[in-house]
């Protein structure tokens, strides 16, 4: 797979699945702009990636359209073009009973999760029009099954699969191709800080299941690499899936089968 090039934006781009996602595509031979809320991560990212002019690093909040305006019309200036987008930036929600779960929360989830998404497509689709590009998305298991107490972040991952769904049809005119990615537990800083805020069984739960959470745990009997999520995501911005759009892919080590 050599993305020789061709060039990429990833959004939530300088650590975990996204930042395992630039150094893949780098590795590949691409040209890739992270973007990220905080400029330190930003720069540690890019100083990390070590990829001379073949890599951008711009601040930026996903959710708004002003610097996702910025952050797209700089990548597609600096490298001459847009070949892809992969959205991943996200926040977790701490896990909280309904009536617990205040306006504020619900609305943060709701807009870097999902508002973020769809901002930072908007931003960049003239330019994958124009380069027959793709996009991927970054959902998760949780657009598909309830997790306990974590209703907003759940209702914004089942948006984020439908936006992507909806788009794919919108696009395939243009033979830009969407498709979004909905991991199972993944190990990154996002799931560190579930550990953090849910208490430190929270690991060996998901993996070997929890009657008390309601969970069958993960068949592989394993948490997922960030590397795992950067193969396939690769994998669906190349030709190697010229033919797929429009679908949302369990990279979850069999979590959803049971
Ligand atoms: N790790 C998992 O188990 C798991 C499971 C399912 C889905 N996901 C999803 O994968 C995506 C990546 O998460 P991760 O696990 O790599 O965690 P992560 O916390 O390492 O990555 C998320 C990144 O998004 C960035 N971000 C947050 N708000 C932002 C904003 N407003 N604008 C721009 N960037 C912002 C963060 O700074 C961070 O770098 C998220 O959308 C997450 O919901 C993760």
Request: glycine fraction near 10%.
């Amino acid at each position: 797979m050599s993305f020789k090039d061709k060039a990429f934006l990833i959004t939530g781009g300088c650590t975990g699945i996204g930042f395992a996602t630039a150094r893949h595509l780098l590795a590949e031979g691409a040209k890739v702009a992270v973007t990220d809320i905080a400029q330190a991560t930003v720069d540690r990212a890019v100083a990390e990636l070590a990829g001379g002019d073949r890599v951008i690093g711009l601040a930026g909040d996903a959710a708004n359209t002003k610097a996702m305006a910025a952050v797209v019309a700089e990548t597609a200036s600096r490298f001459g073009q847009l070949d892809g987008l992969v959205a991943s930036a996200g926040i977790r929600q701490r896990s909280v009973a309904i009536t617990e779960l205040t306006d504020d929360v619900w609305d943060e989830v709701i807009r870097v999760n999902l508002r973020g998404v769809f901002v930072s497509c908007r931003a960049a689709v003239p330019h994958l029009i124009a380069s027959q590009g793709a996009i991927v998305t970054v959902s998760s298991l949780s657009a598909d099954v309830g997790r306990l107490e974590q209703t907003a972040y759940c209702a914004s991952k089942a948006g984020v699969a439908q936006f992507s769904r909806a788009l794919s049809l919108e696009l395939a005119q243009y033979n830009v191709r969407v498709n979004t990615v909905c991991p199972g537990s993944i190990d990154t800083p996002m799931v560190r800080k579930a550990q953090e805020q849910d208490g430190p069984q929270t690991l060996r739960d998901r993996v070997e299941g929890s009657p008390a959470r309601f969970r069958a745990g993960i068949p592989l009997r394993r948490i997922g690499e960030p590397q795992d999520l950067a193969d396939l995501i690769g994998f669906l911005l190349s030709s190697s899936a010229k033919h797929i759009t429009g679908q949302a892919i369990n990279i979850d080590g069999g979590e959803s089968v049971i």
